[in-house]
């Protein structure tokens, strides 16, 4: 008898230990990618230094990673972990000026466990996020609609004051380290700050911000004597303290652009990359990667005009025929032409998606197949006419998980197709991510980014025909892309004066000189982006090319990936050829 209880007692332990290990939480793939990111920072403890502008970045989904020379200290930086750091400042600058400061902060604390403290994120764009995007945001985004919003919305006032000391303390920080801003950015954003501090406070744009929305707020929320309390308070802090600060910031920026006043200050060697040292002679190296950034505009210029020249149907459906004039003008198309259609275009791309996914049975699957880097699906009829077999790869997921992604399949799809960063995209689904979708590295080429959204959404959700608004977003991407190439290797290594590569955004980009100013600011203050990048992703590419000419019909893009280890071991450098 005790023979069998013994047994018994132990196939119910064995029972319980089993049904434990099968309860027991796993780390999900966002979990999975916070210690990824942890490990990298802990690994690159300087890393922070090198994003100090997050709109400099790279953001190509394919190519997520910065080249370094071989033997260097630092070796390849992933712009996965970079990416993911400018997705916190981003979506965060937006959630304080929607919301509130506490509201941000958390965001940041749930997304991202890094260990950062919010003001270390936020000093990562000291200059441009912190001096002028705050005050802009929150006179422009942040909903007011109840008192609790209101009082959110002073609260962000009486914090700016404080933020802006932090921004000055961290810039002088990398300036003592032979990283200071170029003197021009220093003097227009004393410029404009000065130009706040200088308006009577009932003039001060975040007042008058105020005062309009507690006019629109419905009367039941909020009566005439509690608002004029409110705008007493914003008045007071107004002048008490962000003015005074302001003020105060604008003259030491003008301090310390007196301080560095050469047009070179923030590309010195330390800020440039040493990628002619692995190339070989500076010379030849200088007019090859010119001659090549030039081909690369030109090619996505033809491009763009073919594409318009066969726009798809969808597209011709537009309302607005203004739109569509200056789309079809060649002389007129430039980045702002863009923005009116293209959001209207991203809802219809979303409902297009849903009907495709409605009209199939529910249980249905969808094959998915790689072609020349896009994943185009073959259901309910639809096989696009470019299909390429000899690159035939399979991947079945069920049709619900689509309609409705998991936190893990995104990140399956980027390790089966190897989209190295691709599982960042997965913040696309998160409501709360939405300035992500239509953040990028310019402020210049803010409608080509919004392009290139729709790509993007199309990409992830496998829909992805042949002239389709999303294939207009993908050129407009890669023209922008290009044309900071062709400007940097021009303005650094060509001899370029500033009026000249503004010329240059102005003439082949159709940039109009606001743009052009910003997009030259840019490269100004985080020189070599576009280079590096341009250079790893050559290397990347010839290797890949290799290897399918070796491999033939045996080629697979994910064993090829993981052999490069892109995807699982940021801190391994890749090999050479």
Same mark, same amino acid.
């Given at each position: ?31 999975? !990618? ?72 958390? $965001? ?47 609260? /962000? ?8 000391? +932090?921004? /000055? ?76 600060? $302001? ?36 010379? !030849? ?27 798809? #149907? ?18 007129? !198309? ?15 791309? /979303? ?18 197949? $790689? ?56 913040? $696309? ?11 990028? +590295? ?7 980014? +919004? ?65 052009? #100013? ?49 995807? +699982? ?9």
């Amino acid at each position: 008898m005790k023979h069998w209880l013994g047994w018994a007692g132990g196939l119910a332990l064995l029972l319980v230990a089993g049904g434990s290990w099968w309860l027991w939480p796993r780390p999900t793939a966002r979990e999975q !990618l916070d210690t990824a990111l942890a490990t990298f920072l802990a690994a690159e403890p300087d890393a922070l230094t090198y994003l100090r502008l997050p709109e400099a970045i790279d953001l190509n989904p394919r190519f997520h990673f910065e080249w370094s020379p071989p033997g260097g200290v630092r070796g390849p930086r992933l712009l996965t972990a970079a990416n993911a750091l400018a997705a916190v400042d981003t979506t965060a600058l937006d959630l304080a000026g929607r919301q509130d400061w506490q509201q941000a902060q958390a $965001w940041v604390g749930r997304q991202y466990q890094l260990g950062l403290r919010h003001e270390e994120v936020f000093a990562l764009n000291p200059f441009s996020g912190l001096h002028l995007s705050q005050p802009k945001l929150l006179i422009t985004a942040h909903v007011v609609k109840t008192r609790d919003d209101v009082e959110a919305y002073l609260r /962000r006032l009486e914090a700016l004051p404080e933020e802006l000391r +932090q921004g /000055r303390a961290t810039t002088a920080q990398q300036a003592e380290a032979e990283l200071p801003p170029p003197a021009r950015l220093c003097r227009r954003s004393a410029g404009q700050l000065r130009a706040w501090s200088a308006l009577p406070v009932q003039a001060q744009p975040l007042y008058q911000g105020l005062a309009r929305r507690l006019v629109a707020m419905d009367a039941t929320e909020i009566n005439d004597y509690q608002a004029t309390d409110y705008l007493i308070r914003a008045a007071d802090l107004l002048e008490q303290q962000l003015i005074p600060a $302001w003020a105060e910031t604008a003259h030491w920026l003008d301090s310390l652009a007196d301080a560095h006043p050469t047009p070179n200050a923030g590309r010195s060697v330390k800020a440039y990359p040493d990628w002619v040292s692995y190339f070989g002679d500076e010379e !030849l190296v200088v007019d090859s990667l010119h001659r090549e950034a030039l081909t690369e505009v030109s090619t996505w210029q033809a491009a763009l005009a073919a594409w318009q020249q066969e726009a798809s #149907a969808s597209w011709r459906e537009l309302s607005s025929e203004a739109l569509r004039a200056r789309l079809h003008a060649p002389d007129t !198309l430039g980045p702002e032409a863009l923005t009116e259609g293209l959001r209207g275009a991203l809802r219809r791309a /979303r409902q297009q998606v849903a009907g495709l996914f409605d009209s199939l049975p529910a249980q249905q699957s969808l094959r998915i197949r $790689w072609l020349d880097g896009d994943m185009v699906p073959q259901a309910a009829g639809y096989v696009p006419a470019a299909w390429d077999g000899k690159r035939e790869a399979q991947l079945l997921l069920p049709l619900d998980s689509l309609r409705r992604p998991r936190s893990w399949e995104l990140p399956l799809l980027a390790y089966q197709w190897g989209y190295p960063g691709t599982h960042l995209r997965a913040q $696309w689904r998160d409501p709360q991510a939405t300035a992500w979708r239509y953040w990028g +590295q310019a402020p210049g080429a803010e409608a080509a980014w +919004q392009a290139y959204a729709l790509h993007l959404v199309a990409e992830d959700l496998m829909l992805f025909p042949p002239g389709s608004e999303a294939r207009l977003g993908y050129i407009c991407y890669r023209l922008q892309e290009a044309l900071l190439l062709a400007a940097e290797t021009g303005y650094y290594t060509q001899g370029w004066t500033l009026a000249e590569t503004e010329a240059y955004f102005m003439q082949e980009g159709g940039y109009p000189p606001p743009e052009a #100013a910003r997009s030259v600011d840019r490269l100004l203050a985080q020189p070599g982006v576009a280079v590096a990048s341009f250079a790893g992703r050559r290397q990347y590419l010839r290797a890949r090319a290799a290897a399918e000419t070796a491999a033939r019909d045996m080629f697979y893009l994910q064993p090829f990936n993981t052999e490069l280890l892109i995807l +699982q071991q940021p801190s391994v450098p890749l090999r050479h050829d």
